[in-house]
């Protein structure tokens, strides 16, 4: 028998997974208690802004995916907000700013979250916004246990949390010991707020929820975002700035429910949001892949991942060079997709010899780039890693499958606590993600009012060859793309049927391309390997010229997963950092 962490969980009634188990087990309470995948999905991920507080928040994005079994259709809610009206590249100048800062209130852009969760319920569930709030307010309220990821992380903010972020600090300082509760009062409040406001409304179910989410963006709480950003911050330039989000660029905003993008890979079809995501990367590197026989040469083979890496850059460098939001510019997708051009892009893998030079096929870098990372590596890996090392932030994930064959993958991020302050009133703070943006002029992902920055995040939706349908998603920056691609290859290439055994597998990840995040530094041929993976074969990734890096044995990713198939859901989570589960119902 092989072994597995953990087992992976069947059942006939709906299967959940989330970033932290207490949100598994209330998305599972709502499919007990008939609710289907869009209610547990938006139980969840309102849970996860209470028990992940540096994974995500509520002024933070959600990107999702949604399979609609009704309608035998997917779609994708953006979740990702744009950027203020007076974020523009002449603000930024004025400022002295060459490159958008990671912390503090200059990055924020408009708070998209709640929009998102709001437009998943209202459009494809069944609930009340009051009843997919409740589990998260009473967590909020009553608290949660604090467990160690969490801890590690806030340790190392506290510091700053106690030197500069009173408000922060009054929340998370001092640490609580494992198993004491962690309350937020202030986000049971604005919970309370927002189901007040649904009751006070009439009309259907949706126009309550919409009210509900009026109340937010165009009520007293975005005033009060208005009037915390105006104070100035210092962030990672060295010096102090005020936030350009305002009450008005709130009130203006609407999400967008769109096509996913698509493509087909060895029997298989996977949707992917689009280029304003990184998501279509996932999807160059299924086309590029496809002209090689990796069942051949063997799950876990030098040969097999060293393919895959020298892929793996090739689809990350066009990421870089024409990847944008595409109400602002024309990503040629078709282009990039077609047999043609992946013929084009496949020549240049050398089977023998690891690429150093970052290749894009179409377009052009923003100017200066690539930044180098200094010789001997750069930023540790997402999560834990880097996030206890250097309280960088990180994003959390969640899928959900309901009886009726629906499917939901979202990928929360954004406002996390470790790199701005919390705003008193709310419990919470506004998110960094402009960072994602380039100020260089002629390049498409280049800053402007109104537009939404490149985003790494990424959910995925799978027709698998054998029937199953699969939500599936990891945490992790630029390496989600990756991390969740070594378990979709798990399945569909080298013939693991069972989703525990794939997500156990030893992870690896690429950071040859340049980093999404500040100061958006390259570290050409980095290869950063799980070091369960059996060292000769790590021995011939280096000499074909791979920088291999060993990592923890269990340091990378944490996908999640759940799948449906002829009335049988299956459900699996990462065991890495002890924090994310899986349920299935009988």
């Known amino acids: 028998m092989r072994f597995a962490t953990r087992p992976t969980l069947r059942g006939y009634g709906g299967a959940v997974s989330a970033g932290h188990h207490l949100a598994t087990q209330i998305g599972a309470e709502q499919l007990a208690g008939g609710g289907n995948a869009a209610d547990a999905a938006c139980a969840m991920g309102f849970a996860l802004q209470v028990l992940e507080p540096t994974q995500n928040g509520p002024a933070g994005e959600v990107p999702i995916l949604v399979y609609d079994a009704a309608e035998d259709r997917s779609w994708a809610i953006s979740g990702q907000g744009p950027a203020p009206a007076a974020a523009t590249l002449a603000a930024m100048r004025e400022r002295g700013v060459t490159s ?24 494809f569930g069944t609930r009340r916004l009051e009843d997919v709030l409740a589990p998260a307010r009473g967590l909020a309220a009553r608290g949660f246990p604090m467990y160690p990821f969490l801890q590690s992380i806030l340790r190392f903010c506290e510091p700053r949390f106690r030197a500069e972020w009173p408000s ?27 189901i007040r406001a649904e009751r006070a409304a009439n009309g259907s179910r949706e126009t309550r929820i919409r009210a509900a989410r009026n109340f937010f963006y165009r009520g007293r709480p975005a005033e009060q975002i208005e009037r915390f950003v105006a104070q100035p911050v210092r962030d990672g330039t060295g010096r102090a700035h005020a936030g350009l989000l305002t009450a008005q660029d709130l009130a203006g905003y609407e999400g967008r429910i769109e096509e996913p993008v698509e493509t087909r890979y060895r029997g298989a079809r996977v949707w992917k949001c689009g280029p304003w995501s990184q998501g279509p990367v996932f999807l160059q590197q299924l086309r590029l892949l496809e002209g090689f026989d990796l069942a051949a040469m063997g799950a876990g083979s030098a040969d097999a991942l060293h393919i895959w890496a020298e892929c793996a850059k090739l689809a990350f460098a066009d990421r870089e060079t024409v990847y944008a939001d595409p109400c602002f510019e024309k990503v040629p997708l078709d282009h990039l997709l077609s047999e043609a051009y992946t013929r084009e892009r496949r020549a240049l893998v050398d089977p023998e010899q690891a690429s150093l030079a970052l290749r894009p096929g179409i377009g052009r870098l923003p100017e200066g780039w690539p930044l180098l990372a200094p010789a001997g590596g750069g930023e540790p890996a997402e999560p834990q890693s880097l996030a206890a090392a250097l309280g960088r932030r990180d994003t959390t994930q969640l899928v959900a499958a309901d009886a009726a064959g629906n499917l939901i993958c979202a990928t929360p991020s954004g406002a996390w606590v470790p790199t701005s302050p919390v705003i008193p009133e709310l419990g919470f703070p506004v998110g960094t993600r402009a960072q994602m943006f380039v100020l260089d002029p002629e390049h498409p992902n280049a800053l402007a009012p109104g537009k939404r920055p490149r985003t790494t995040l990424s959910p995925s939706l799978a027709l698998l060859a054998d ?32 989703l525990q055994e794939a997500i156990d597998a030893p992870m690896l990840h690429s950071s040859h391309m340049p980093s999404s995040f500040h100061p958006r530094r390259a570290q050409p041929g980095a290869l950063t390997v799980e070091s369960r993976l059996d060292a000769g074969v790590m021995a011939e990734l280096a000499r074909r010229g791979h920088r291999v890096q060993p990592s923890g044995p269990w340091d990378q990713g944490r996908v999640l997963a759940v799948t449906h198939a002829g009335g049988r859901f299956e459900a699996a989570a990462s065991p890495r950092f002890q924090v994310a589960y899986a349920a299935a119902l009988p």
């Open 467 to 498: 029937g199953r349908r699969m939500a599936f998603g990891t945490p992790g920056g630029d390496q989600q793309d990756q991390w969740a691609l070594h378990f979709f290859l798990a399945l569909v290439d080298f013939g693991v049927a069972d």
């Open 100 to 123: 958008i800062p990671a912390d503090g209130l200059l990055s924020a852009t408009i708070p998209a979250a709640l929009d998102a969760w709001c437009r998943l319920l209202e459009r």
């Open 168 to 194: 922060s600090a009054s929340l998370y300082s001092p640490v609580r010991e494992l198993g004491a509760p962690q309350t937020n009062p202030a986000l049971a409040g604005f919970f309370d707020a927002l």
